[in-house]
């Protein structure tokens, strides 16, 4: 074997064994506490932001401040917030606190019992803070100043607040009993003040500039005074319209930009109608609303009515209404008896999907709609756009575009079973004829979509290897890749799947050019003719330098002429993160702005300012937020977690070697903060695919969903290793042992790491792989494998029952990696699964396999712990009632980070071994004792 070392230290400032006071190490009673920015924004003015501290679990904190970090309200509990389009107010909810909601829980409260969220509107320049409680929704226009909220107890005058309790408890009770399946609507000019209300409203809509708010109205039964319909109420003049009367379910309320026009999906049938199909209704606000496409109508498909459930949107110049239509549900025959009929699904081998995939998607399925088009103004014409046949279409951004996209892999979808994708057919529809033009006519592997303004269908060919454009003016399509004469598609592709394209960046306006990736460079393609230029000038490739962009401006869908862009970059080599700028017109070379041992997140820049809000982080700092105007000179805004500084943390440096046959290998070295070079260390190595690139990545300690909690074990004296991994096909198992144990073998080459005492974790992919290692060497004192595969041969036929879709495709064409059917190479199956070579395990081993897995077969844990078990060897399987392939609930994610800290303790530290691995836990026991208190053993 040949291996060789090298560790590329200096990434961090400080020495990893320089003299400091004792720190205590991590345990799990920390988690709780630490902290992590969210829903961060920044106003349109670019002069205030807004961001919430969270904790793991408890309440949280939103901060609003000005860009300078001058802190005008810390609101307890704040959530969802947003500013105003004219930056004069912030607007959020206020959640109940978490011990309320927990006590609710323990008493097992009814939902309308629970402790309800609040309300504010903060004014940042004049420093009031307005609370509304008990609100369960709000909307802020778009681009006014326009609230329009729902709250289950009424908004009481200042009046009444002087009122005799009884009075106002009067008032209270009788507005309260017209809520009862509505709820009361306030509807308040932030500007102006003096809010409306209305009662026993479901539903609302506050037009793009805030001019109108259209809502429905449900009166309970037996109330006088409260009419059921839809209303829309004029904000400017405070008056009351009803624009269709009558019980009923109102749904996908919509304006059109200018406020001009309304439309909405109805039905007022009786409540116990076995069938109600909906009806599209449309008002200039001249008078009621009329109906626009009613069930049945002409031109619609017998039998099909709009749907409640396809979305309703007007095109941006007010001339088109978007809508869905759909075949009518047939009505459940209520003369059935439930216990006396068959209840069963039954599989065909013709069908499209297979059963479990049908059923998972059944609640999609039923409220499925297809696209359809109609011009209110011009006497309600009305055009299918999709159907059937094609049943995705997809609108531009723009969506004035007279063509909508149109996707279909019909007759196509049996083979997902073993591609794992489908051969598409894309069409372009016009929104004014229906007339349909086919893109690709004998179909392709490829995902399609619609440039900006509609001009274009892009499209990467897996097959071609190649981005192509069709031009809907011309009807011609465009090799994109021709001219560039780069290769867009992953370079490192190691599975035998056709290679992923590195993506795309964005559009300019008028769909004037594209923005594609390959590896490393972005490249300016206009679509019409194909023209290529390569933006980044190759500094990317020359320097391994992976450039990448986002527009950084919510809601705008292009690049403008002018615009100035912010390039993320990456340094392949070291990992450090940065950013370089360009003009979208210039010729010159990307200019350097930072480039640094951090992580930057993406960029988000005010609407009206050349502002940006970030966050930077590093091992040793969490990601806290910025704001800048150039990435030199910026402003911390948050300072979270600084409790760190009390507890042992971590460093982490690459590490470099060659593998047994040559490969050149990359991983991260974790090492404690006080790692002393004179001690030897325990090591704990965890892989997934490949993992280096995030060197730089804040590791908070948290509860695990399975994975190794790097911070946690690095704090109380572990070294923690993950190599990247490299695949040849065919030998997932072998590429496995090829990098992770000769990279193990490397380290252990340094004095300062227990070569005796070293564990592997993995999850999932990782998971398999640990299965797989331990059958190869004995040099692994303990294993923890979740969710692993170990028998490939009966894995091959099962089910991803979270999406129902068959396991073959995953064998053959992705990460399992094996390139052939199990009847083609049975060989192959058989060399890579565990299973077949448990007798040679002779490292101690903890199984996660949940019974509510749905990526990997439970039974897969079950077949490598029972085998095991009959072999006498030590196994352990932890199976989480009711839980997912990661565990989701934090009370099972506390739980498992625990033993995994215990296990590992006992094997690789001598601790004495928990209750659970000395003796388990009786099923009698179950829910009385958990077995986590220490035994006296040892095993060193």
């Not at 008028?510 to 972005?522: E, T």
């Amino acid at each position: 074997m040949r291996s060789s070392l090298l560790l590329l230290t200096g990434l961090l400032s400080a020495p990893a064994f320089a003299q400091q006071a004792p720190k205590k190490p991590l345990d799990h009673s920390v988690y709780d506490q630490w902290q992590s920015v969210a829903g961060q924004r920044i106003s349109h003015n670019g002069k205030y932001v807004l961001f919430q501290v969270k904790p793991q679990q408890g309440d949280g904190t939103l901060y609003l401040k000005t860009a300078g970090n001058q802190t005008l309200r810390q609101i307890s509990r704040g959530d969802s917030a947003v500013f105003s389009a004219d930056s004069k107010y912030a607007v959020f909810s206020i959640s109940p606190r978490y011990q309320d909601v927990r006590q609710a829980r323990i008493k097992k409260k009814k939902p309308d019992q629970m402790p309800k969220d609040s309300l504010g509107i903060y004014g940042l320049s004049t420093g009031k803070l307005t609370k509304y409680a008990d609100v369960k929704s709000f909307q802020l226009a778009e681009e006014g100043t326009v609230l329009a909220f729902l709250a289950t107890k009424p908004l009481l005058k200042d009046t009444l607040k002087k009122a005799p309790v009884d009075t106002v408890k009067k008032i209270t009770d009788k507005l309260l009993e017209t809520q009862k399946g509505g709820a009361i609507l306030t509807i308040l000019n932030l500007e102006k003040g003096q809010p409306r209300t209305f009662e026993a409203v479901t539903d609302y809509k506050v037009s793009k500039s805030g001019n109108k708010v259209a809502f429905a109205v449900a009166a309970p039964k037996g109330n006088k005074t409260v009419r059921s319909g839809l209303f829309v109420f004029d904000v400017a003049t405070g008056n009351l319209r009803q624009l269709s009367a009558g019980k009923g379910t109102y749904k996908n309320l919509a304006f059109d930009d200018a406020g001009k026009q309304l439309a909405f999906t109805a039905e007022k049938y009786p409540e116990k109608a076995l069938s109600k199909p909906f009806t599209l209704y449309y008002s200039d606000f001249a008078d009621s609303a009329r109906v626009l496409l009613a069930p049945s109508a002409n031109g619609l498909k017998k039998g099909w009515s709009p749907s409640g459930f396809g979305k309703v949107l007007f095109s941006e110049n007010g001339e088109k209404l978007f809508f869905g239509t759909a075949p009518d549900l047939i009505p459940q025959d209520t003369t059935l008896v439930e216990f006396e009929h068959a209840k069963l699904d039954i599989w065909n081998y013709k069908d499209d999907y297979l059963q479990p995939m049908q059923l998972k998607n059944l609640k999609k399925e039923l409220q499925r709609s297809y696209l359809a088009v109609a011009y209110p103004k011009q006497g309600g014409k009305y055009i299918q756009l999709a159907d059937e046949y094609l049943q995705d279409a997809y609108m531009a951004d723009k969506k004035n575009a007279e063509y909508v996209l149109a996707v279909t892999d019909t007759a196509n979808r049996v083979a997902m079973q073993w591609q794992g994708n489908t051969m598409k057919r894309a069409y372009l529809v016009s929104t004014r004829t229906g007339e349909r033009v086919a893109i690709n006519p004998k179909g392709s592997k490829s995902r399609f979509q619609l440039s900006p303004g509609g001009q274009y269908a892009i499209w990467y060919d897996y097959n071609a290897k190649g981005w192509f454009a069709y031009s809907v003016a011309d009807r011609e399509t465009i090799n994109l890749a021709a001219k560039a004469k780069v290769d867009f598609t992953d370079e490192e592709n190691d599975s035998p799947t056709d290679p992923q394209p590195y993506g795309i960046a964005a559009w300019t306006k008028n769909d004037d050019a594209v923005l594609l990736y390959d590896r490393y460079d972005i490249w300016k393609v206009d679509p019409k003719t194909g023209a290529a230029s390569n933006f980044t000038n190759g500094v990317g490739r020359q320097q391994k330098l992976r450039f990448r962009y986002e527009i950084p401006v919510a809601k705008q869908d292009f690049i403008e002429p002018k615009d100035e862009l912010w390039l993320q970059v990456q340094d392949e080599t070291t990992k450090q993160w940065g950013y370089y700028k360009k003009n979208i017109t210039s010729a010159k070379a990307p200019q350097r702005v930072t480039l640094v041992p951090m992580a930057y997140s993406q960029l988000m820049q005010a609407k009206n300012a050349d502002v940006f809000l970030y966050t930077k982080t590093s091992v040793q700092n969490p990601a806290d937020l910025y704001v800048s105007r150039n990435l030199q000179k910026e402003t911390k805004l948050s300072n979270i977690n600084p409790q760190q500084k009390d507890y042992n943390w971590f460093t982490a440096e690459l590490v470099h070697w060659t593998t047994p046959k040559g490969y050149a290998a990359t991983g991260v070295l974790y090492k404690p903060e006080n790692f002393d070079p004179n001690k030897k260390y325990p090591m704990v190595a965890y892989f997934y695919e490949k993992v280096s690139d995030g060197l730089y990545r804040y590791n908070a300690p948290a509860p695990t969903p399975s994975r190794l909690d790097i911070a946690m074990f690095a704090s109380n004296g572990y070294l923690v290793f993950t190599p990247d991994i490299s695949y040849t096909i065919g030998e997932p198992g072998a590429s496995a042992v090829e990098f992770v144990n000769s990279g193990v073998e490397a380290l252990k080459k340094n004095s300062w790491v227990d070569g005796a005492h070293i564990g592997i974790q993995g999850q999932s992919w990782g998971g398999y792989q640990v299965a797989y290692l331990i059958t190869q060497t004995p040099m692994y004192a303990a294993a923890w494998a979740g969710a692993p595969v170990v028998n490939m041969t009966s894995a091959y036929g099962g089910i991803r029952w979270e999406s129902g879709m068959s396991r073959q495709f995953q064998y053959e064409r992705t990460q399992s990696r094996l390139g052939a059917t199990l009847w083609e190479n049975q060989d192959l199956y058989i060399r890579n699964s565990p299973l077949f070579y448990l007798p040679k395990v002779e490292t101690p081993v903890v199984i996660m396999a949940n019974d509510a897995d749905g990526a990997v077969p439970w039974y897969q844990g079950i077949e490598m712990f029972t085998d095991l078990r009959r072999l006498n060897k030590p196994v352990w399987l932890l199976q989480y009632n009711g839980e997912a392939h990661n565990l989701v609930k934090r009370e099972n994610r506390k739980d498992i980070s625990i033993r995994e800290l215990q296990f590992f303790d006992h094997y690789l530290k001598g601790a004495p071994a928990p209750v659970w691995l000395e003796r388990g836990v009786p099923a009698v026991e179950k829910g009385r004792n958990w077995g986590l208190e220490t035994s006296t053993s040892s095993v060193r």
